[in-house]
């Protein structure tokens, strides 16, 4: 199915004066990330070490598809199942500090059965990750907020902003 893209960003976003490197050079990363609603709230994480929010997501693994790797990183990073409402969008990043081109695979999904604990990975552990549950109508708040203090969480907040603001009428829907 022919996906829609959301955001395309580069170094450039953040920094207009910033010279891009030679992107043939990047290694490509493929994520699956996204929106998880439970009861007119968004799932967050908070990256408390580097002053800003994410969605739930990461990469995907070896033989897993977009969707296997989007409900595993649900269950790991919010403690529960989803159902998956919609992926129709992505979104390109161009990394030039880390030669990396992350393609990730964007997900609406809602909470199934019961909410338990997040296991977090170590890397996660040690940038602070807490879980936090955010009514939609307070995320972009929480965006504007946000003052990452290191060069991921940058791309990061441009990402998931545009991620929510691809999905805000179809959260007003539901």
Excluded at 4 to 17: A, G
Excluded at 51 to 66: A, Q
Aim: proline share 2%.
């Amino acid at each position: 199915k022919n996906k829609t893209l959301i955001k395309e960003i580069f170094d450039t976003n953040f920094d207009p004066s910033y010279q891009m490197g030679d992107l043939d050079t990047f290694v490509i990363r493929r994520a699956s990330r996204g929106i998880l609603i439970n009861k007119n709230k968004i799932a967050l994480l908070n990256v408390t070490k580097f002053n800003y929010h994410k969605l739930p997501g990461g990469g995907i693994e070896t033989n897993e598809s977009i969707d296997e790797a989007f409900k595993r990183e649900t269950l790991e990073e919010a403690g529960c199942e989803c159902k998956i409402l919609d992926k129709s969008g992505i979104i390109i990043e161009w990394r030039d500090q880390l030669k990396l081109l992350q393609i990730s695979y964007v997900f609406l999904a809602k909470v199934v059965n019961e909410i338990g604990q997040s296991k977090f990975e170590q890397g996660e552990i040690d940038e602070g990750f807490e879980l936090e549950w955010v009514p939609f109508v307070g995320i972009g708040e929480i965006f504007k907020n946000d003052t990452p203090t290191n060069y991921e969480g940058k791309f990061i907040t441009i990402r998931d902003k545009s991620i929510v603001e691809f999905y805000k009428n179809k959260l007003r829907e539901l």
